[in-house]
Structure formats: structure tokens, C-alpha cells
């Protein structure tokens, strides 16, 4: 049976344990034997006990993380974390050890607001998961972390407090509910206030139902427990529920097998001038073979129903929701399956329906925390996708047994969060808390921005009421590191002023109010914050560099008729990383451009080569995301544009000059034109996106004045030999100093860094050099690179790569990108485990293409190397246009 009661139970039963200790001459096997034995009829308390001193006694590691685990059982959430933080404390992220516990401490430190945190471990987990169920939870436990990073975490609309110190004691209480007056809060707990002042009594050890009335202040008074009518002595009674008339209390009596439930059913009593009456099971729904618990009362089709959960056959998960038609005198239709869409493959709780609406909790949608409370809406002929209610509903803990009355704006629910009354921990049991909705209300969202219109994590909002434009009483500021939306509730008839600031950032202000509201209102305010220019010492060593404008990168020369990045280019290269590490919105072109001479379809193809041999060895070297870079080859067809720097450096340049073919013939000798020739052979980067404008040191990009290096680009299309003096360079990146001979044929792939027997890194990948690539997913791609021949203009060309995942953990492709005549066909929802192969199909469309062009395909997979980017595969086809 699932475990579905809370952990004041297991605390209440185990009491006990403390007077009747094991002796002292018990073996460590004696105490294991208790332990698992306790575990398995879920009596967490009892078996945390015998493996704290089975540990005591050893000192076993592998019982810490049992132990932690037990703690979060309890829902001693605070002693899980500390407990499974030293488990992990050393463990790397691609150790296995443990693995199904690095899923129940991300649960842990989820449930503790450690969200971050908690995302890691998911993700570690998953990396190394095997079983189909977790994984697919924490799947979902995932997409809750970002559910709650998206959703408002503030709000007016909604008030909850604590229903008192009378209704709720140390121990859990259970589905609040109202009477049809008002007047009279049900609910079932364990014990009520007056057993726990005295200690405990015969029938305090039994879950029971209660009743609270309001008092003269209109606070809830003590409760009493009702009569035994409902109340059989000697017998569990819980989950009350009530008619629409109130003249019914429908509850559950369970029977339980030390902390498990293996009986629960539905048992209905009428109401008369005396009070309740004896209490009877409901006609055709309840079973021996299945749980039928926590009845609620609706309508549906016209007719009134009684919704419960069960876990019999046929179900979608665990615990699902179904309704039965009432036909009256106590007796109720067969039960119906509320369908895939309300229930999952995970566990739905505590139904309650109002006005169209069904309220329940479950686990197995993404949740904010351990169980979320959501709500489906029936139209007449079917329920709504559920909703989760949000932040001013749930917590990161268990929320549910949400109850909602009158005019739809109060009600009722449960929730362990803290600031509750707990007997073992701040979060081990379940308080009632009362809600209500405002009628009228507002409500702030700001978004911060860069002028760019990049999110700005990291910043702070300020919220200031005024008084006749003044500062008046205490304001709100905010801070984030996990995002850029804040959240506030404002106050009605009040005028504030906003403030939003960030580091390296002008601040800005803008004013609102709330005066004369007539219905409720979201404020929605956007800031682009303007960046504060960097300082500049000494100012004439630095420029300036606008968007759009194009910064010759001097060092990245070329052997004519090569495209291979020379090793003298790393320091320009290296100078483009570092700008786009300080500028993390950043988003460039790469422009590549060859001298004049050749033809002139033959030089645009080698520009296009040589611009992304340069990206390449940015992300596979530098380590940046290929999609902040953008290639371009422009061939013969822009000359340079001299410079005031590099007119400068040069004697026989002005600034303005215009490299193009009259002005070098017009050069006096051979050698000056060979140099002029030479400035044309470059590339250049320019901003596309992201800041309008960067600072850049000049010196760092300016090339050492040196002899021409001869040669022009070939003047046909076909690749020419370089002279025989000139030294074999190797293809990015040098640094690796790997023997890389030319391949025997354009498909054949030569490793370069060994990983395994029989895994290769190549330069295609962004993994090549990196040292820490255990638990690393790597795709190996066979053919790499794909030449097509000769291609008609117009005519399209399918082909297709095959992969194969050559590592120990599995991989998954999030994105693969091309340009605009590529596409693709791949399942991106598939994962590949180790050993598996898989297959990318391509389509070209050559229609709007004018010469022969080598392509790029970038593949980006879902998991992040050492350096925190994601790993990104590269493959390229090449094809000779035929017009």
C-alpha cells in the first residue's frame, strides 16, 4: 500500500519504542532486523531509531543515506538535508554510488527551498537513471523547479494564516471542512488538544473526527470530538465530507496493519434533532479488494456525485480520483475513473469539488514542492488541463485537503510548511490553515531588462509608498540572483514609486498607483537598464566599438588558399573569448574576406571556410555557445577600409584608403603591393546583438608589421598547391599539436584525443581538450563530414548521419541548428542510452544558393560539460553548385 498518512502518526504509535529500548546486548544484526521490519509496514520512526544505532554501534556508511531517507519519511526536512549533505559532500557528479538517493535528497532539498541546489541533483540523477518511474518523476520535479522560478512569488490576491493554537495541535490534522451555516469547522486528527495535555487516553490513540465552532470573537473554539455514532470505539475514523445540505457526513474508517492502511471505506451518517446518527457503509462503492478514501460531494451531468480516490485496478498511477452517481437511501452507482487528463502516473489526493471546480493535490505534475494543490474545471462534458494554484497556495512542503465555500472566496487547507505546531521537526505535520480571497486587489510584476533586452539576473527592485510624492512608511526591496521577475502585492488607494538597480547599470525610476481601482488589476512594469561604460585608463589605448561595426582582427592570417587557422591567429582568437566571456549577451558575426585575385566564386567559398574554421575554434577552444556566433563570407567583393590605427603603423596607408585593385596596382614596387594584398586577406568580428557598444583594448588586436606573405588566392575553382617552402600547419586547434594527416577519403574521421578503447574526441566536438568528460554523453558520427558532388540550383538533396552514444550515460539532442536551406528530421524527445545509434536525416535546398559553400550543422545535446555549456556535435556536407 502506498504510504499516504503523515508522519505524526508514525510519531504518535512509536512513542512507546522510548520506554522499551534494546537491550544492551543486542547484536547489530537484532537491530538491522527491527529496522527493515519497521520499513516495510512504513513505521518510519521505529526503523529510524534501530538504524541510528545500528550506525552508532558500526559506523556503516551506507546507513547514512537509509537514515536521511527515513528523516524525509518523517518530513524532517532540515534533518534529511543535513544528513544526505554529508553523504554527498565528496561524491563527484559521475559517481553512481547512491544514485537513487541523489534523487530523494534533490527531493529534499527541493522541499527546503534549496532549488538550485536540487536541480543539479535531478540532473546528476538522471544521467545515471535506470528506473523508468523516477526518472519520469524527476522529470517532473524539474519542471516544478521552473514552474515555481516563473511563477509570481507574491501576491494580494490571496491571504492564509494559521487556524489557531485551538484547532491545531502538535500532531496532523485532516481535510477541513465547513458546515452549510458557517458555524462548525469538521476535521479528523490523531488527538485532539485535550488528549495531548493529558497525556493520551484509549481513545486518543485512534484517528477520530472533531468539531470546532466559532466563538463570541469569531475565533475557533476548542474542539470536540464527535459522538460514536461516527466515532466507533476501537476503530480509525477520518476524512470527513459533508452534503450540499449539510443532513449527511460522509468519513472513512480504516484499518491499519502497524502504519499501513490495508482497509479504508466510505460511511455515510444522517443528521436528525439529536444529532448524527449511526454511521453506515455506502451501497456500491466500497470494496475489500481496493482503498476507497476521502469522499467529497459534487455534481456532475445534473446529478449528484461522490467523488473519492482509490487505488483499484485500472487506475492511471497510485491513488486516482473517481466519482460515483448518488441514487439515494445511501446507495451510490459503480465507480468511474475521472480519466488521464485529471489523474496521473503519480498519487491524487483529498478531492474537493465548489461551483464547476474540482480542488485536489497531487504529485504527479510538476509541483513547487512536495505535494501542490491544483484545480480542473468541468464544462459539461469534460475536465479542464489541471492548474496549479500557485505560490499563494503552495509552499516547497505538502499541501492539500483544500475546501472552498460560500461565494468562493474562503476556505480551508492543510500544509506542513513551517510555523506550524510540529511534535518532531518544523515541518513533520500538517496544520489547518484558513484562506481568503480579496474581492478587489492588485498586484505588481517587474521584469528587468538590459537595453539589449537581455534578462538581468542578479538585480534589485525597490517598492516605496508615497504621500504627496514623499516617501511615507516602510517600503519593499527585492533581490534575485535566479531570475529577473519580481513579485509584490500592493495595497489599494496608495501611490508608490519603483526603483529597479543592477551592478554596472544606471538605476531608473517610474511611479504608479492604485487610486480608484474599481476591479482587480495586474501592474506590469518593464525596465531596460542602460550599462554604465566600463572605465577607460588609459583612454587612448582603448576604442570604442559600436554595433554593426566591423573590428579587423590583424593576427588571423591565412596561407593563401588554406583555411586552417594558423597558430599565430590563437591571440585574436583569444581576445574574441575573452569579449564574449565579459559580455555574456553578446552575439557576433565573423566575417571572413580573401585579397582580389582569383576567381571570384572560388574565393567566396574559402571566406565561408576560413569564417567558420574561426567560430569553430571558439567553441571547441574558447568554450563559447556556438549560437552567439554567426559566420560570413564575404570573398573579394569588400576591400579594407584603412583604419586611423593601422594608417598609423603603416607608411605607405592613410586612413580612408580603399584597398581595392587600382589603388594597390598604383603602389610603387612588388613588395608594398604583396603587403596591400595581404591587409585584404583577414577577418573581422562585428556585434549583431546584445550591447550597443563594447571597449576593447587596441593594442591586443593590432598585427606585428611584418614582410608581405606571397601568394594571391587561386585564380580557379579548384584548390591550388601551396609553394614547397611552406610549412604544414595544423587544423584547429593548434595548441593540441596532433599529427592530423589529410583524410584518404571526405567521410573518413580521424580521432585526435582517445577517451576510451574506443571512443574519439574530435575537433567537431565541443568536448575536444577537455580533461573532465566522465559522465559525459558522446556522440560519435559516422560519416562526420559529407561532400555532395556537384548540385543543380533548384534541386534538393537528402542524405542522412548516423550516431552512435559511445559513453556510459545517456544523451539527448535539445536543438540542432542550420541555416535556412537545411532541414531536418529528428525525434528530439528520444534519449539514447549508452550503445545505442541514431540517425539525423537532412534535406538541402540549394534554390537561393549562387556558388559552392561547405554547411554547418550544429547539434546542441540537453547535458552541460565541465564548464557549464552545453555540449555541442558539429557536422558539415559540402557541394559544388552546377547553374
Not at 534535406?843 to 547539434?859: A, V
Amino acid at each position: 500500500m502506498k504510504y499516504i498518512l503523515s508522519a505524526s502518526l508514525a510519531l504518535f504509535l512509536a512513542l512507546p519504542a522510548f520506554a522499551q529500548p534494546l537491550s544492551g546486548a543486542a547484536k547489530e544484526e537484532q537491530l538491522l532486523w527491527a529496522a527493515d521490519s519497521a520499513r516495510s509496514m512504513q513505521n518510519w520512526f521505529v526503523a529510524l531509531q534501530n538504524y541510528q544505532e545500528a550506525y552508532d554501534q558500526s559506523e556503516d556508511p551506507e546507513l547514512r543515506p537509509v537514515i536521511a531517507l527515513m528523516n524525509l519519511h518523517l518530513r524532517d526536512i532540515a534533518s534529511a538535508v543535513r544528513i544526505y549533505t554529508q553523504v554527498f559532500r565528496k561524491a563527484e557528479p559521475g559517481d553512481t554510488t547512491n544514485n537513487v538517493h541523489r534523487y530523494h535528497f534533490a527531493r529534499a532539498l527541493k522541499m527546503d527551498g534549496q532549488y538550485d541546489e536540487a536541480r543539479t541533483y535531478f540532473e546528476n540523477f538522471l544521467q545515471h537513471a535506470e528506473d523508468e518511474r523516477l526518472i519520469a518523476l524527476a522529470r517532473l520535479e524539474l519542471e516544478g523547479i521552473k514552474l515555481y522560478r516563473d511563477a509570481p512569488q507574491e501576491t494580494s490576491e490571496v491571504t492564509l494564516e494559521n487556524a489557531g493554537r485551538k484547532v491545531n495541535a502538535s500532531f496532523s490534522e485532516y481535510s477541513p471542512v465547513l458546515s452549510s451555516d458557517g458555524e462548525t469547522l469538521y476535521f479528523s486528527t490523531w488527538l485532539s488538544s485535550e488528549a495531548i495535555v493529558q497525556g493520551g487516553n484509549a481513545e486518543g490513540t485512534f484517528s477520530q473526527v472533531y468539531m470546532a465552532s466559532k466563538d463570541n470573537k469569531g475565533e475557533w473554539g476548542k474542539p470536540e470530538v464527535l459522538g460514536k455514532e461516527v466515532n466507533r470505539p476501537g476503530v480509525h475514523s477520518a476524512n470527513p465530507a459533508l452534503s450540499a445540505d449539510g443532513r449527511r457526513l460522509l468519513y472513512n474508517r480504516l484499518e491499519l496493519e502497524s502504519h499501513r492502511i490495508v482497509g479504508a471505506k466510505i460511511y455515510v451518517s444522517d443528521v436528525d434533532d439529536n444529532g448524527w446518527k449511526s454511521g453506515n457503509p455506502v451501497s456500491g462503492i466500497n470494496s475489500d479488494d481496493y482503498l476507497a478514501l476521502q469522499p467529497a460531494t459534487g455534481e456532475l451531468f445534473g446529478r449528484e456525485v461522490l467523488f473519492f480516490v482509490s487505488d483499484m485496478a485500472g487506475g492511471f498511477g497510485g491513488m486516482d480520483i473517481y466519482y460515483a452517481n448518488y441514487e439515494g437511501d445511501g446507495k451510490y452507482g459503480a465507480p468511474i475513473n475521472l480519466g488521464p487528463t485529471v489523474n496521473t502516473v503519480g498519487d491524487e489526493w483529498t478531492p474537493f469539488y465548489h461551483d464547476g471546480n474540482l480542488y485536489f493535490a497531487t504529485d504527479g505534475l510538476p509541483t513547487m514542492g512536495g505535494l501542490d494543490l491544483f484545480y480542473a474545471t468541468w464544462n459539461g462534458s469534460e475536465w479542464s488541463s489541471p492548474q496549479n494554484m500557485g505560490p499563494g497556495f503552495n509552499s516547497s512542503v505538502d499541501d492539500q485537503s483544500l475546501s472552498i465555500f460560500g461565494d468562493g472566496l474562503v476556505g480551508f487547507m492543510t500544509s506542513n510548511r513551517e510555523g506550524g505546531r510540529s511534535v518532531k521537526s518544523k515541518t513533520c505535520c500538517d496544520d489547518i490553515y484558513t484562506f481568503q480571497i480579496a474581492s478587489l486587489y492588485a498586484n505588481l510584476v517587474v521584469g528587468l531588462f538590459s537595453e539589449a533586452k537581455q534578462p538581468l539576473s542578479n538585480g534589485t527592485i525597490e517598492l516605496q509608498p508615497l504621500v504627496n510624492g514623499n516617501p511615507a512608511g516602510a517600503g519593499q526591496q527585492k533581490s534575485r540572483t535566479d531570475g529577473n521577475r519580481f513579485d509584490f502585492g500592493l495595497a489599494l488607494e496608495t501611490q508608490y514609486q519603483i526603483v529597479a538597480s543592477h551592478p554596472g547599470y544606471y538605476p531608473d525610476t517610474v511611479e504608479i498607483n492604485t487610486l480608484g481601482l474599481e476591479e482587480s488589476k495586474e501592474f506590469q512594469q518593464v525596465f531596460f537598464l542602460k550599462p554604465i561604460p566600463a572605465p577607460v585608463e588609459p583612454t587612448e589605448f582603448y576604442d570604442t566599438v559600436a554595433i554593426e561595426e566591423a573590428i579587423t582582427l590583424e593576427n588571423i592570417l591565412y596561407d593563401f588558399s588554406d583555411d586552417k587557422i594558423l597558430p599565430a591567429a590563437e591571440g585574436d582568437l583569444r581576445v574574441v573569448q575573452s569579449i564574449m566571456e565579459q559580455y555574456p549577451d553578446l552575439v557576433i558575426e565573423l566575417g571572413a574576406h580573401t585579397d582580389s585575385r582569383g576567381d571570384a566564386v572560388y574565393n567566396l567559398a574559402l571566406s565561408k571556410r576560413r569564417a567558420a574554421n574561426a567560430r569553430k575554434w571558439l567553441i571547441v577552444t574558447g568554450g563559447i555557445d556556438g549560437r552567439r556566433i554567426k559566420t560570413q563570407g564575404y570573398g573579394k567583393t569588400v576591400p579594407q577600409t584603412v583604419s586611423a590605427r593601422l594608417a598609423e603603423r603603416v607608411d605607405f596607408l592613410s586612413e580612408g584608403d580603399v584597398l581595392t585593385d587600382a589603388f594597390i596596382n598604383a603602389l610603387p614596387d612588388k613588395e608594398t603591393q604583396e603587403r596591400a594584398h595581404n591587409f585584404n586577406r583577414r577577418t573581422e568580428f562585428k556585434i549583431l546583438e546584445g550591447p550597443t557598444s563594447i571597449i576593447i583594448r587596441r593594442d591586443v588586436i593590432e598585427r606585428k608589421i611584418e614582410g608581405p606573405r606571397r601568394g594571391a588566392e587561386p585564380r580557379s575553382s579548384v584548390p591550388q598547391p601551396a609553394p614547397a617552402a611552406a610549412p604544414q600547419r595544423q587544423a584547429i586547434p593548434s595548441r593540441a599539436q596532433a599529427g592530423v594527416k589529410k583524410a584518404a577519403s571526405p567521410a573518413a574521421e580521424l580521432p585526435l584525443k582517445t577517451v576510451a578503447a574506443t571512443d574519439t574526441i574530435t575537433p567537431f566536438s565541443s568536448l575536444y581538450g577537455q580533461k573532465q568528460i566522465a559522465g559525459l554523453p558522446v556522440l560519435q558520427f559516422k560519416p562526420r563530414t559529407i561532400q555532395l558532388g556537384e548540385v543543380k540550383k533548384g534541386e534538393k538533396r537528402s542524405f542522412k548521419y548516423t550516431f552512435t552514444n559511445t559513453s556510459k550515460v545517456p544523451a539527448k539532442i535539445q536543438l540542432i541548428q542550420a541555416c535556412d536551406c537545411t532541414t531536418y528530421e529528428h525525434n528530439n524527445a528520444k534519449i539514447y542510452q549508452p550503445g545505442e545509434q541514431g540517425v539525423i536525416n537532412v534535406t538541402f535546398d540549394s534554390s537561393e544558393k549562387e556558388e559552392d559553400e561547405t554547411i554547418t550543422i550544429d547539434i546542441y545535446l540537453a547535458q552541460k560539460d565541465s564548464r557549464g555549456m552545453p555540449i555541442m556535435e558539429m557536422v558539415e556536407y559540402s557541394f559544388k553548385l552546377k547553374k
